[in-house]
Every structure is written in structure tokens, then in C-alpha cells.
């Protein structure tokens, strides 16, 4: 219990200021390879052209540039939650076009 006082509930130990995962980074990477895809083929038909995919984009850039305070768990809940609202938001946009 005494643990917990003193970390919170959501403490990882290691090294929380750098994303040392190669499987995080890869996916971080095909994300936004795939949003800047989508963006692309969006844009280039003009019935279709909307900006949301930035969205997704943004999402997907924000944990590999952005460090914060040093804390890597917050750009990455910050940048998952652009991810979810870009994608919803752009599915209706590409729906209702």
C-alpha cells in the first residue's frame, strides 16, 4: 500500500522520458505513413478533400517528438486520444462526402 501512496497507481518502473521500444516506434511510424497516405488520397479527390487526417497524423507525431515534462505516458495518452478523434472525425467526413 505504501508503494502506492508513494507512486500512484500507474507508476512503470524504467526509463519513462524515451520511448525505447522498437515495436512502439515502428507502429508510431506505419501510423503515420498511413494517415499521410490517407491525407493524400483524400485531398487529391475533390468530392473527398478534408483536412482530418492531419488529425491522426498529429496524433501519431506527438509521441515521437513531443516529451513534455519528461513524462513519455502522458504524449502518449495525449497523442493516442488525437489518433481516436482524428479517425472518427475523418470516417464521417469521408462518409458524407
Partial sequence: MDEILKHGVFWINGNLTAINSTLLISLL???TILSLLIFYLAWHNLATR???PIMCLAGFLIP???HGDG???KSLIIGYIFIIAGASF???ALRFS
Fill in 29 to 31: 511510424a506505419v501510423g
Fill in 50 to 52: 478534408t483536412w482530418t
Fill in 64 to 66: 515521437l517528438i513531443v
Fill in 71 to 73: 513524462n513519455i505516458l
Fill in 90 to 92: 475523418s470516417v464521417q
